[in-house]
């Protein structure tokens, strides 16, 4: 069974994947947030700061993510990133939201097989690593999930990611597992199923239903609860000791963006986001998460946290 740290824009960057690793653990496999393709020449290496061999640690066994429509342009970055060390490329036709699905990417890609098909016909064709993909149900239903799923099944992928979800739900209503179901057993693939795995009941709920999916990727419910990956794979932290650890967690993020961002207003900003997943562990009434996203004083914020930290309700 492996575990798969699922890709967050703008949280899940290379100093939180190896805070993640170093102080929670449980993950086999971290997936960057996805790098835009773009035309031209040469890829700016700039866009492949975050996946920088010297950017990530030793410890975190990472997978790049592209995202776009167009073969060409898709091949040129993963042959950059191939020689950066990476010898598995995923590719995002999950994305639901509507600035990218508009333009027939993320999600917005699986009404259009013809295109998938296309792209892949480019990607596969005399490459140096391997392909898998992370995929939806479909954008409007699941019945274009299975059409993509029979063009999928023509190439020698590495394995798909599929969220139970439309692309029109996003990250609304329930995961269809039916459909989920149905979408895996048609597919040739290694599968991974991803979705609203948010507790360790909601882990054996799955693997109850799907005993032979050995693979499971994790988002929300991992940056809700970090310790959840850990759990999983059969280890105990115990409770005494899961504030502190969660506290030297948050200090090395805030630390970090502390000295690369300028001004009070950006640094709060971000560590809202932080909060905006953990903050349901450490309190009962939400008064603490109200303070912090109305916080936009850097002493202000240290003095919220302390306190946070200091008198802590915490069930994770």
């Given at each position: 069974?492996?575990?798969?740290?699922?890709?967050?824009?703008?949280?899940?960057?290379?100093?939180?994947?190896?805070?993640?690793?170093?102080?929670?653990?449980?993950?086999d496999?971290?997936?960057?947030?996805?790098?835009?393709?773009?035309?031209?020449?040469?890829?700016?290496?700039?866009?492949?700061?975050?996946?920088?061999?010297?950017?990530?640690?030793?410890?975190?066994?990472?997978?790049?993510?592209?995202?776009?429509?167009?073969?060409?342009?898709?091949?040129?970055?993963?042959?950059?990133?191939?020689?950066?060390?990476y010898?598995?490329?995923?590719?995002?036709?999950?994305?639901?939201?509507?600035?990218?699905?508009?333009?027939?990417?993320?999600?917005?890609?699986?009404?259009?097989p013809?295109?998938?098909?296309?792209?892949?016909?480019?990607?596969?064709?005399g490459?140096?690593?391997?392909?898998?993909?992370?995929?939806?149900?479909?954008?409007?239903?699941?019945?274009?999930?299975?059409?993509?799923?029979e063009?999928?099944?023509?190439?020698?992928?590495?394995?798909?990611?599929?969220?139970?979800?439309?692309?029109?739900?996003?990250?609304?209503?329930?995961?269809?597992?039916?459909?989920?179901?149905?979408?895996?057993?048609?597919?040739?693939?290694?599968?991974?199923?991803?979705?609203?795995?948010?507790?360790?009941?909601?882990?054996?709920?799955?693997?109850?239903?799907?005993?032979?999916?050995?693979?499971?990727?994790?988002?929300?419910?991992?940056?809700?609860?970090?310790?959840?990956?850990?759990?999983?794979?059969?280890?105990?932290?115990?409770?005494?000791?899961?504030?502190?650890?969660?506290k030297?967690?948050?200090?090395?993020i805030?630390?970090?963006?502390?000295?690369?961002?300028?001004?009070?207003?950006?640094?709060?900003?971000?560590?809202?986001?932080?909060?905006?997943?953990?903050?349901?562990?450490?309190?009962?009434?939400?008064?603490?998460?109200?303070?912090i996203?109305?916080?936009?004083r850097?002493?202000e914020?240290?003095?919220?946290?302390?306190?946070?930290?200091?008198?802590?309700?915490i069930?994770?």
């Amino acid at each position: 069974m492996k575990i798969f740290l699922a890709p967050l824009q703008g949280m899940t960057m290379a100093a939180y994947r190896n805070a993640f690793a170093r102080h929670f653990g449980g993950i086999d496999e971290y997936y960057s947030p996805f790098i835009s393709t773009s035309a031209g020449e040469k890829v700016n290496r700039l866009l492949l700061k975050d996946i920088l061999p010297e950017n990530n640690e030793s410890s975190v066994k990472l997978v790049p993510q592209i995202l776009g429509n167009d073969g060409i342009q898709f091949k040129a970055f993963a042959e950059d990133i191939s020689k950066l060390g990476y010898s598995r490329i995923n590719w995002n036709i999950g994305c639901p939201f509507p600035m990218v699905t508009g333009k027939k990417k993320g999600a917005g890609i699986l009404s259009y097989p013809e295109m998938i098909k296309k792209v892949l016909d480019t990607v596969c064709s005399g490459c140096s690593y391997t392909i898998t993909v992370k995929m939806r149900l479909g954008m409007e239903n699941p019945e274009e999930g299975m059409r993509v799923m029979e063009v999928l099944n023509e190439y020698p992928l590495g394995g798909v990611i599929i969220h139970a979800r439309t692309g029109r739900q996003m990250y609304k209503g329930n995961v269809d597992l039916d459909a989920f179901y149905e979408l895996a057993t048609l597919c040739n693939h290694e599968i991974t199923y991803n979705g609203d795995i948010f507790t360790y009941n909601d882990f054996l709920h799955i693997i109850e239903r799907f005993p032979s999916v050995k693979n499971f990727m994790l988002g929300r419910g991992a940056l809700r609860n970090p310790f959840l990956p850990s759990v999983i794979k059969g280890n105990t932290i115990e409770l005494k000791n899961k504030t502190g650890i969660v506290k030297a967690f948050h200090d090395e993020i805030f630390n970090y963006y502390r000295n690369r961002l300028s001004g009070d207003k950006h640094l709060c900003d971000k560590m809202k986001e932080f909060w905006d997943y953990m903050h349901t562990h450490f309190e009962q009434n939400g008064k603490f998460i109200k303070k912090i996203r109305k916080c936009n004083r850097v002493s202000e914020y240290v003095k919220l946290v302390d306190e946070i930290f200091n008198s802590a309700w915490i069930d994770m």
